[in-house]
Structure formats: C-alpha cells, structure tokens
C-alpha cells in the first residue's frame, strides 16, 4: 500500500499496522523456544527443522519489519527484497515446518526413516535455503526490481549465487522425500517410543491399534519425567 500514492495519513496508519504486526510474531517465536524448557532436548532430525524452522521465521520477522518505514519501503516494496522476505516467512515455514513431521512418521506407518540421511537433507536444504534467498534481500538492496525477466548486468552474479542455491535446496527435498517415501516400504519397524516422548501418542503400539487404547489410560507420572 505505501506505493499506491496514497496521502500522508494513510501511510501513518499503515506504518503503525505493519509495526503492530511485530508483537504477535515475536509472542510466536518465543512461544515455540519456550516449548524446550524441561524438554528432553535431542537433536535429531525433527528438531534440527523445527529449530530451523524458527530460525528462518525469525529472519522473515526481523527483515520484515523494515517495511513499517514508509521511506524506506518505498524503495524496497518493489524489489527482490519482498521476494525473499516472502519467501523466508512462506517457504521457510512450510519446508521446513513440514520436515520436522518427520517426527510422526514412525507412529503413523510403523516405519523408521534413515537418520543419517535426514540429517544429510537438513543440511543441504538448510544451505541451499540461505543462498537462494538471502542473495534476495541483497538484490533487493540493489534495486533488483520484482517481476522482471531481464535485469542489468550489475545483477548478475547474485542471480547465479541465488540460481544455484535453488539447485541446492532441490537437491535437499529430493533426498528428504526419498528418504519418507523409503521408510514407508522399506524402513525398519519402528519401535513404540522411539523419540523418547512422555505423552500419551508414544505409549501405544506404532502404527497405533484400532481405537488406540484397549483400557482407559493411566497416567501416573508428570510431563517431564523422561526417565
């Protein structure tokens, strides 16, 4: 909206609107790192895209803030600098917040997935994230406007950086839907509570029995007790 040409006013509201959105994206964040207080903290595969998950939303959150700036948004909004705050809050949130779901994998088919290669697909989509898309924010700082298939030949170098990044991240997600895929056929049986979690999904069968539970459920410890 700052550059419709809007009078001076609207720019005011609107400034305060987009600085408002700031506190129910900082509750979030803090909300999810406070999820770890008295956890068994493992860094398996499905907290390393949890943990990244944020780490990226965070990034999103903070860049994104400089669009409350009317004279400085005036400048970014029609640049590469929207693409890639776009995409690290879009993108960055369901790639990554879908991976960590990895994590119920083994309750939902019985099957566990390869950690190592987990790990490996974490890690190259983690890189290959970063170069495709911070090299964004830097074009945007250049003036590398938005929607333009052809662009001047100061920003080339950076669309091979973020080009190549893409290459990157395709090769992460190929590896980590091969890997889910693989565990459904042919993983190993996945044991009851393989995570070591205290709730109540992982103190039944995996994959679970009909109606879950054949007697009610007792519960006779707290929800920090992982011993």
Known sequence: MFTSGMSDISRIVFSLITFMVAVPTGVKVFSWLSTLYKGSIRLDSPLLFSLSFIFLFSIAGTYGSDHRHPPLNLYLHGTYFIVGHFHYTMFGGAAFGFSRHSLLVPKMTGRMFNERMARTAWVIMFIGFNVLYFTMFILGLQGMPRRYFQYLPHFR???????????????????????????????????????????????????????????????????????
């Not at 290459?167 to 091969?178: D, P």
């Not at 103190?203 to 009909?210: D, L, M, N, R, Y």
């Not at 879950?212 to 992982?226: D, M, S």
């Open 157 to 227: 170098t950076n669309h091979i950086i973020s080009t190549v990044g893409s290459w990157i991240l395709a090769a992460g997600l190929i590896i980590m839907f091969w890997n889910l895929i693989r565990a459904v056929f042919k993983g190993e049986k996945a044991p009851m509570n393989p995570w070591g979690g205290t709730t109540l999904e992982w103190q039944i069968p995996s994959p679970p029995p009909a109606e879950n539970f054949e007697t009610l459920p007792v519960i006779k410890h707290g929800p920090y007790k992982y011993d």
